[in-house]
């Protein structure tokens, strides 16, 4: 009864919010504030600036506006409402657990897509920390969707997104509360050639974000515990410091320090089976970890003559420390109140990588163009001492990885364009002799039908490197397999799009298969999951709709269809070489956004239907669809203040946000509240 008064506030609120807006706004379209600014120019898909329209790929733009309008806190928040990508989180406002961040996966092909800020890669050990980004340093984030190895190399099998960062900077102050101990505080100062800011938001305790069987079993197989268990999450922590500097027209510098930290509690649910003499009851608490990842990312851009050129260094540490009140050894109660590797758990890592990229552009006449350049990236992987791992026990592995691309543009006539691509891709200086090397090709063509529409054909090669975390890392929750083997594959992608009147409409039918992808796999036997990566194979065959509306009186409206059958299968592994399913095949997104006068108002939502579990050793099984939703309401009293409210998970779902054999609930119905001061 309670949820159900608590559902039909949330909507007679928005439902009277809305209505307030619109009185408040009149009725003269002369007020109006556009929403939907979107921008008609995208770098990532060609390295080269492309109108949208002739772009031969899936593309989508997220503008400062939108970001603003829809409330986003972070750039995880940003994506998890796309069309096509589907979102994975561990708990509230997408706080890591550790190397277990939030990830956006494109068209079902998990943590393959490459992630990039302000177009250098920002990863570690093929992670990156989405939900740390603070939206309010977003300029618009470009995505491509479909391979773009031939252009960017490792990791875009599945696609690119690239998070721009504003330039310059404004003078404000934001505070802000709201419900779960939620708290926000940012400041940022600057000018059109220098911005510094820097935000921090915390959550205080939330309960029950995720539960599991609790299976303990010593080395010979003998039961020692078995029940199931709970876990809490409280002192989230995100950071965000962001320094910007326009050197001179043609070089630029960028500077991001981001940090998360969040403390996860493990408490035994139900007992099923003890040790006689262990006498363990359901309510005692079973570990306790605290996590931490901190990371900096410096880069130098240059652009003139035809020239564009990146320098750029990131280093990231992750770290997790708590006790074990329950030991995984024998099954009893933990006594020694000292930091012992049998009451202690703590892991250790560094990931650095820093690179140069180097890229001219070309121009033959009014009908041909090429753009060539060349990559070199340093990776240092560092598994640190920790409470059981002694110095000469510690893994350090690092390598380098090369590339020289190009790509030839060609057109033929004022209604056809094709584009050509190639890379070739390898590594040296593997500490291990695990060098790879890759060769990948790309064709694209482009039918002009007319000024407003056009047809595309993309056809991408796509490769993987396999990274050192998934070939040496061990601890007690990972195992090494240096005999993983780079992941490749093709795209193939037919489109259709159209600008026309109101309407921005796009249409694409995807077909994608990947030899070898590069998965973890996870053993349950233990009380704690043990995981190790393996190759398999993927497929995913799919159509993707979507419409955005410009419609009057100030509203705005997007939706956007996906249909898709995603399929894994692991060749060397018999109890899974059937093809078996993966994440959901239907998503609808959409929301509709309000914009005059003083008030600015966004409802968004995505729903992810038909889905499945895939545990790693089992057969994939039913799961509820998730549905997720947020509205954001902006007041702007005067040119200086702002007033805005944001609300999460609007029907107060219980929602499992992972697609494992793991289960991550959503986070219950919560608001934020933000006053902003600009001077």
């Not at 981001?258 to 359901?282: G, H, Q, S």
């Not at 260094?313 to 009140?325: I, L, R």
Request: a positive charge.
């Amino acid at each position: 009864m309670k949820k159900q008064l608590l559902q039909t506030a949330v909507i007679t609120a928005i439902l009277s919010g809305v209505n307030g807006i619109v009185s408040a706004g009149g009725g003269q379209d002369a007020d109006v504030m556009p929403v939907y600014t979107l921008d008609d120019v995208i770098v990532t898909a060609q390295r080269v600036e492309t109108k949208e329209l002739d772009t031969p790929a899936s593309t989508t733009v997220i503008t400062r506006e939108e970001i603003a309008q829809s409330g986003a806190k972070s750039a995880a928040d940003v994506l998890s409402k796309v069309n096509g990508l589907t979102y994975k989180t561990f708990g509230p406002g997408g706080a890591s657990m550790g190397t277990m961040t939030n990830e956006v996966n494109i068209r079902g092909v998990e943590g393959d897509a490459l992630i990039l800020v302000n177009g250098n890669p920002v990863a570690w050990r093929g992670k990156y920390n989405l939900d740390a980004i603070a939206a309010e340093n977003i300029e618009r984030i470009e995505i491509v969707k479909g391979s773009s190895s031939v252009l960017y190399g490792s990791e875009a099998m599945s696609g690119v997104v690239n998070i721009i960062t504003k330039k310059g900077g404004e003078n404000s102050v934001t505070v802000g509360a709201g419900n779960f101990g939620q708290r926000a505080y940012g400041v940022s100062v600057g000018n059109e050639r220098f911005g510094l800011s820097y935000h921090v938001k915390r959550w205080g305790e939330v309960g029950r974000i995720s539960a599991s069987d609790l299976k303990l079993t010593n080395d010979s197989g003998t039961k020692l515990l078995f029940g199931e268990n709970h876990t809490d999450v409280d002192k989230v922590k995100k950071e965000d410091l962001a320094l910007n500097y326009r050197i001179s027209p043609s070089w630029d510098m960028v500077y991001h320090y981001y940090n998360t930290e969040a403390r996860y509690k493990r408490f035994i649910d139900r007992v099923d089976y003890t040790l006689p003499t262990a006498r363990i009851k359901a309510g005692e608490p079973y570990n306790t970890r605290m996590y931490e990842t901190d990371q900096h990312t410096m880069q130098l851009h240059y652009k003139a003559h035809d020239w564009k050129v990146d320098l750029y260094f990131n280093t990231t540490e992750s770290k997790g420390d708590g006790p074990t009140y329950i030991s995984q050894r024998t099954g009893r109660r933990t006594t020694s109140t000292q930091k012992t590797s049998a009451n202690w758990y703590q892991s250790r890592e560094r990931n650095r990588s820093y690179g140069v990229y180097a890229q001219h552009d070309w121009k033959f006449g009014e009908k041909s163009s090429l753009i060539a350049g060349m990559s070199l990236a340093r990776e240092d992987y560092r598994k640190l001492a920790t409470i059981s791992t002694a110095e000469k026990d510690t893994l350090h592995y690092a390598r380098n990885n090369w590339g020289l691309f190009a790509q030839w543009t060609q057109k033929f006539d004022e209604r056809n364009t094709g584009v050509f691509g190639m890379r070739e891709t390898w590594t040296t200086g593997e500490s291990n002799g695990s060098n790879f090397s890759n060769f990948s090709m790309a064709g694209q063509f482009l039918h002009k039908l007319d000024k407003e529409s056009s047809l595309y054909l993309n056809i991408a090669q796509s490769f993987k490197m396999p990274t050192f975390s998934q070939m040496y890392n061990s601890n007690d929750r990972a195992t090494p397999n240096p005999g993983l083997k780079p992941q490749t594959g093709v795209n193939y992608e037919i489109g259709w799009k159209k600008d026309h009147g109101a309407h921005r409409l796009r249409a694409a039918l995807f077909h994608m298969r990947i030899k070898d992808n590069i998965t973890a796999s996870v053993d349950k036997k233990t009380g704690s999951a043990v995981y190790t990566y393996v190759n398999e194979d993927f497929r995913n065959t799919g159509v993707e709709l979507s419409d955005t509306i410009t419609g009057k009186h100030g509203f705005t409206y997007n939706w956007g269809l996906t249909w898709q059958n995603p399929v894994s299968r692991k060749s060397g592994d018999a109890s899974k070489s059937y093809w078996d399913r993966k994440f959901g095949k239907i998503q609808l997104t959409g929301g509709i956004s309000y914009a005059r006068g003083k008030w600015t108002s966004a409802l968004s939502a995505s729903y992810l239907a038909d889905r499945v579990q895939t545990p790693s050793k089992e057969h994939s099984y039913a799961c509820k669809p998730y549905l997720l939703t947020s509205w954001n309401t902006t007041y702007r009293p005067d040119e200086h203040s702002e007033l805005s409210l944001l609300i999460d998970n609007l029907l107060d779902r219980e929602d499992n946000l992972g697609h494992s054999g793991s289960v991550y609930w959503s986070t219950p119905v919560n608001y934020m509240l933000n006053y902003t001061y600009r001077f």
